[in-house]
């Protein structure tokens, strides 16, 4: 559908919309850049991280594993007796700030032959150090086990020491051997133990962010430190998994028991916000550390930088907004007030104001053309007003002139009602001008008709006039008695004198005698006339008798005979007839006027020249008239 | 209506075609004038190819004539025919300018 548009709203859209474009591209590459840049600044920090906290753990875990070696190798070279093993174990509990408890458990009878189980242990209690045997039955323990199994010092899951300790912690437990003979049988085992409050003191001293942590999970998977205290030692990484039957977190579980590193992306267990994760194995323990960020908060300043961003985006979108909708209107205001200016003027209110325009801009200019566009239309509506009220004039004037040459033409037909010897019709078609044309009529006496036809040289006011001095002066010689010939060599030269226009008259005058039908005749340069007989025949008048006049001065016209029988009748016409053309140019000519004259003569004499008018309209139509069509018959009934 | 002019011994010919109407009459009659008033005294009007003539024409024609006779000057007709040499018989002016039958015919006189 076809709508409107101004041009503000079209400039506010087109801007706009580029800028939106260009500034989403600028903030979209701002935004992917400085959030690499943090990603790439997190990954950096997670790694030196992870690293200071593995070297934190593993110092200490390193210097733990110390004490049980050396103690171990101490027994399996030197003697010792009760008191020198308990004073050790005690010297290694105390010298050593993070071992919380050791102890130096033989294998059965081996101590002495009277005591199955031999196990003196120290640990750090109340502030102090306390000592016992440990009080169970700890072969099937796994601190012990697992050394002795594998013939090497093992880090022990951890595990809530019932007995002895009374806390969850971990041991390192070193098998060590006595020679009896040549072979070297396992005596016992030497352990440290550290407890788990302690590791979980340091990795809680991982803090990242408002709400990141570190954990700590054994090589089965069991959290042993972990802020969330309901899942140390009561949950496993898998445990949890399956919980949440989260497959993701069960494989990266696995990778991490596995001992590899690398990053992850990971849920909080605390805040269920999403986190990245990085994860190393302890060389030690084979546990595997892990360190949370939280996405969000490490993202909160590109976060804020970015709502920053979009903020003066926005306030500049308005701002440019609103100063294109300005812009536009400062263009547009005027330009309404023009238009509507112009549609006042186009409905023909010349007075219509225009409005002013204050910038000297483009608009000012258009608004100066239409000024000058309204004073060029009123002076020329004025000056088309003035020269159409002199046309009018003319033309009104050109119409009297018109009438008064109509009027001196004899127009009331049959002229002479009270004579029966002939009769007569005239008529004249004017052209759309005031046209040449003439015919006359009068008696001179009691018998003698005389008669005239002619026609001017071009059209107008001089044609007319020209055509009224030569009516006139014909009548005034025709009272001269003068024979047709020497009338016309009298008009002739007066209407030669001065006669600088050069306009001329061709004129067929004649003179009947109505008694005998005797018609004396000269022709000055006109068409010769027809007469037509009873049955059809025509015969042209055919004698000259001279050239047109105004032409020379010194010509003779001379006068010819011929005798009417009665029922013949006298045709004279003008060019207006034979000359009239169609369309195509081709002209009404002699032979057709002949061929119409043949079969209408026999006809009353207004008949012959109503029906030949009729067949010479028929032939021009829709062309324009441009010459009068004047037409004189008598007809001699004797 | 068309003009062509055309230099033969010491007379200028003028070839006139179409049509001699009111209008053109007049755009005739002006370089006629020019022609005149520029010294022209020997004249040969050639309608050959001149379909047409109305009273106008003939008006133009006589007043060229007048001119050129006052100057001392000459202006002969050519190849008058049909319609427009009718014209002239009817309207007695070839026995007021002197015409021939070709152009060539106007020149020897």
């Known amino acids: 559908m076809y709508r409107k548009t101004g041009l503000a709203l079209r400039i506010s859209l087109l801007v706009l919309s580029s800028i939106t474009a260009i500034f989403s591209v600028v903030f979209l590459y701002n935004y992917i850049f400085s959030r690499q840049i943090i990603q790439t600044n997190i990954e950096r920090n997670a790694e030196s991280l992870t690293l200071s906290t593995i070297h934190k753990i593993d110092g200490v875990l390193g210097a733990v594993e110390r004490a049980p070696r050396n103690l171990a190798i101490f027994l399996e070279e030197l003697s010792y007796g009760d008191g020198e093993l308990i004073e050790l174990i005690k010297a290694v509990v105390q010298s050593n700030p993070d071992i919380y408890g050791a102890t130096i458990a033989f294998e059965p009878f081996k101590y002495s032959p009277n005591a199955r189980t031999f196990a003196p242990y120290y640990c750090k209690k109340k502030g102090g150090i306390e000592f016992t045997y440990i009080p169970y039955d700890y072969f099937g323990w796994d601190w012990y086990q697992l050394p002795k199994e594998l013939e090497a010092p093992v880090w022990t899951e951890p595990y809530f020491d019932e007995g002895a300790g009374g806390i969850i912690m971990a041991t390192f437990s070193v098998p060590f051997y006595r020679k009896i003979g040549s072979e070297r049988v396992l005596t016992g085992i030497v352990t440290a133990d550290i407890s788990l409050s302690w590791l979980q003191e340091i990795i809680s001293s991982v803090k990242i962010s408002d709400t990141g942590y570190g954990f700590l999970i054994s090589r089965n998977g069991t959290f042993i430190t972990h802020p969330d205290p309901q899942l140390v030692m009561n949950e496993t990484i898998f445990s949890v998994a399956e919980t949440k039957e989260d497959q993701s977190m069960r494989e990266l579980g696995r990778k991490m028991i596995n001992g590899s590193s690398g990053y992850a992306s990971f849920t909080s267990l605390l805040t269920g916000k999403k986190c990245w994760m990085r994860y190393t194995p302890l060389p030690t323990s084979g546990w595997s550390l892990a360190v949370l960020f939280p996405q969000d908060e490490l993202m909160a300043d590109i976060t804020r930088l970015n709502r920053t961003v979009i903020s003066i985006g926005l306030a500049g979108f308005f701002i440019i907004l609103l100063v294109i909708v300005l812009i536009a209107r400062s263009i547009t205001r005027p330009l309404k007030g023009l238009s509507v200016a112009a549609g006042h003027i186009a409905k023909g209110d010349l007075d219509a104001e225009i409005p002013e325009v204050k910038n000297r801009d483009e608009v000012a200019d258009l608004a100066d053309s239409f000024r000058f566009m309204k004073a060029s239309l009123k002076k020329y509506i004025a000056d088309l007003k003035e020269t159409t009220a002199a046309k009018e004039r003319i033309e009104s004037e050109l119409k009297i002139a018109h009438d008064i040459q109509m009027s001196i033409l004899p127009k009331t037909f049959p002229p002479f009602p009270d004579r029966y010897e002939f009769e007569l019709y005239a008529m004249i078609e004017p052209a759309r001008e005031v046209g040449g044309d003439l015919y006359d009529f009068f008696f001179l006496d009691e018998t003698n008709l005389c008669f005239a036809i002619g026609d001017v040289s071009g059209k107008g006011v001089p044609a007319s006039l020209f055509m009224a001095v030569t009516r006139t002066l014909i009548k005034t010689k025709a009272t001269q008695g003068l024979e047709p010939g020497k009338l016309l060599t009298r008009v002739n030269q007066d209407l030669c004198v001065d006669n600088d226009a050069m306009m001329f008259v061709t004129l067929f005058l004649g003179i009947l005698d109505v008694r005998t039908g005797e018609l004396q005749y000269s022709n000055a340069g006109h068409n010769p006339p027809y007469i037509l007989g009873h049955s059809g025949e025509t015969r042209a008048v055919k004698e000259k008798g001279g050239a047109a006049l105004g032409v020379m001065e010194d010509c003779e016209y001379r006068s010819h005979n011929v005798i009417m029988r009665p029922g013949e009748t006298l045709f004279l016409y003008t060019d207006g007839v034979t000359e009239a053309a169609d369309a195509a140019q081709n002209l009404f000519s002699d032979q057709r006027l002949v061929t119409e004259l043949s079969l209408n003569g026999n006809k009353p004499v207004r008949d012959i020249v109503s029906s030949l008018m009729a067949r010479v309209k028929a032939f021009s139509h829709e062309v324009e008239q441009t010459d009068d069509i004047t037409m004189l018959v008598i007809r001699y009934r004797g | ?109």
């Open chain 2, 1 to 109: 209506m068309e003009t062509a002019k055309r230099k033969e011994k010491t007379f200028t010919i003028l070839s006139v075609s179409g049509r001699l109407d009111a209008i053109t009459s007049s755009e005739l009659e002006k370089e006629l004038s020019a022609m005149i008033a520029g010294g022209e005294k020997s004249l040969i009007l050639d309608f050959e190819a001149l379909d047409y003539i109305s009273s106008a024409g003939l008006r133009c024609i006589l007043a060229a004539a007048k001119k050129l006779r006052e100057k001392q000057g000459t202006l002969r007709l050519a190849c008058l025919k049909g319609v427009v040499k009718e014209v002239f018989d009817i309207s007695g002016f070839d026995s007021v300018i002197p015409c021939f039958n070709t152009a060539g015919g106007a020149v020897e006189g």
